[in-house]
């Protein structure tokens, strides 16, 4: 789990190079969007995770094979109009 450092004043330190949390310091106050607990944490850490490119380039070859697999007819256990991928995206 990442945490936001802690800054001694709420204005950003424009002498620290790469301080990527700078612009959340005034923000510190605010709590977690989904809680503090540890499932809450775990939920939020998942949620996030779904953005980032190493989800959407993963989900992108998952999918990509997935088609190549049925369309080419070297298995079909979901054809054409590929209604178990898209049940799949709609979980």
């Given at each position: 789990m990442k945490t936001i450092p802690k800054h001694p004043d709420t204005t950003p330190n424009a002498e620290v190079p790469n301080n990527y949390f700078r612009f959340h310091f005034p923000h510190i106050h605010l709590g977690s969007?989904?809680?503090?607990?540890?499932?809450s944490l775990k939920t939020e850490a998942f949620a996030?995770?779904?953005?980032?490119?190493?989800?959407?380039?993963?989900?992108?070859?998952?999918?990509a094979i997935w088609i190549s697999l049925n369309a080419t007819g070297f298995a079909r256990f979901d054809l054409y109009p590929f209604?178990?991928?898209?049940?799949a995206f709609s979980l």
């Open positions: 969007v989904f809680g503090d607990d540890w499932f996030r995770f779904f953005g980032t490119p190493v989800f959407l380039v993963g989900q992108t070859i998952i999918v209604i178990l991928l898209n049940l």
